[in-house]
DNA sequence: AACATATTTGCAATATTTTGCAAATTAATT
DNA sequence: AATTAATTTGCAAAATATTGCAAATATGTT
């Protein structure tokens, strides 16, 4: 094992964890630790990535507040993201919404899919900028800050020149019955223009967000093909969803 | 065996797996290590892979990198950065241009500044996440990886919904007798534009961008109103933009 | 073909770097 | 403050590089 193929089996893991851990790496490669621990100070020295206590995180510029969330329940968010993999087809065009769960969908897209990903999300694009095979097409617009996104009439507009083959859709609040809502306004409408224009939709959301509402609303629950959750398929608080005739992974 | 087949072996070996290992292909190759060593030392002069301890590994497929760049000639690029301020007014709309240099430009703009910024320019647009007072419109398009900016028509239409007060330029290489160009073919279009819309062009660049050209025309150098640069205005490498009535700074 | 002249290759002696370990130090947690 | 975990430091062993040199091979010239 030479060196140099540890720092790049680092910084990949790092790009797509945003962390390592000493331990980890030290066991998966069959080095000591004092070895992983060097080799952090030499990427940390690039400024490829932070050396932490323990491991190391990802240096990207995308700023704590919004990393705090990212780390937040990342179990969860790679049972959804494994959940995803399989409705994605080389060549599709794919929408991907903002927030965490489909940031996390993007971090774990395979080296060798050929998709095209339309998103206004900088953390989504930031993701995939590294990507070898994906390519990825940046919707414009009034920057939202604090979400890391686009938003408003130009970002629309640059989502109704397109025709999606599938869009990964965020989901802020679902309730069977009130239907799909969010918080704010500009963002609702985004996001009716997201389903609109997709063939096909999954939604993720973490179980937290199951059967809740907010002031705005998207639109009816079966605007959604399928709806993917960390929890089982068949938990009771998904029945009234089976009943609407949707998918449940 | 001869040598060039040797280093054939070599590229393809390193092709496939991304790294070879000295002791692995003087066996396979029943050579010396010593005779490998000086193989690899040959085809890392021609830059076609990276010799490292113990063998080689691929030049990476992500050229390296724009965070590490952006560490290169810090104290210039602060020196360009305080020179931009004073062309900065309250209600001002402005186009941030990619590049290191512009970029130095949005970290350093004053907490107190209302001006909305026009970029195509993910680490600008990063840059300004957090700025209390300053409006961001991000010009969406295609993703151009390398640099980490949208590039296509679409971000050429939709700079051209704008008219700018200011466009802060960055300078890929520039002449005084053949003009502005750039190494890109769609990044020269989008200058091109830039330029267009704008009432009036700060151009900035380090001094070893002076006097050199590249294959994509953008413009003659009377397009630009003012360069700025890290050395002094009277140097006279300059002088020929003095004669051509740019301002220089 | 014979010769002189370069180049390439392997080897050995000598540096240099990398790595793992253990003791001392520092930082986090209770 | 006491305990635990992580880091730093110095060091020795192992791995890898460098250098000079001689033998082998190739190249060019008469």
Same mark, same amino acid.
């Given at each position: 094992?030479v ?43 690039q ?32 049972v ?48 995939? $900028? ?24 130009e ?30 306004? $500009?963002?609702a ?42 929890i ?18």
């Open positions: 094992m060196r140099e193929e540890r720092l790049q089996i680092i910084l990949d893991h790092v790009s797509k964890d945003n962390r390592v851990l000493l331990t980890e790496l030290s066991e998966k490669l069959n080095v000591s630790e004092d070895t992983i621990r060097r080799d952090i100070k030499v990427l940390a020295d400024k490829l990535l932070t050396a932490v206590r323990g491991g190391a995180v990802a240096h990207s510029p995308i700023p704590h507040h919004y990393r705090a969330r990212e780390q937040h329940d990342v179990a969860s968010k790679k959804i993201a494994s959940k995803v993999l399989s409705f994605l087809k080389d060549g599709q065009v794919v929408i991907f919404d903002g927030g965490t769960s489909t940031l996390a969908v993007a971090q774990s897209l395979p080296d060798d899919l050929r998709i095209t990903v339309v998103t206004n999300s900088f953390p989504v694009a930031n993701a995939l $900028e590294d990507h070898p095979t994906v390519e990825v097409i940046f919707a414009g617009g009034r920057l939202f800050k604090s979400s890391f996104t686009t938003i408003g009439h970002t629309i507009a640059a989502f109704r020149n397109i025709r999606a083959d599938l869009c990964i859709f965020g989901i802020c609040s679902v309730h069977p019955t009130i239907g799909i809502t969010t918080r704010d306004y $500009e963002e409408e985004l996001k009716k223009t997201m389903l609109e224009i997709s063939k096909e939709t999954i939604a993720l959301s973490t179980h937290e967000k199951i059967n809740t509402a907010d002031p705005y609303y998207i639109g009816p629950v079966t605007q959604l093909g399928t709806i993917i959750t960390d089982c398929p068949h938990n009771e608080q998904l029945a009234a969803y089976h009943e609407a005739g949707i998918n449940i992974l």
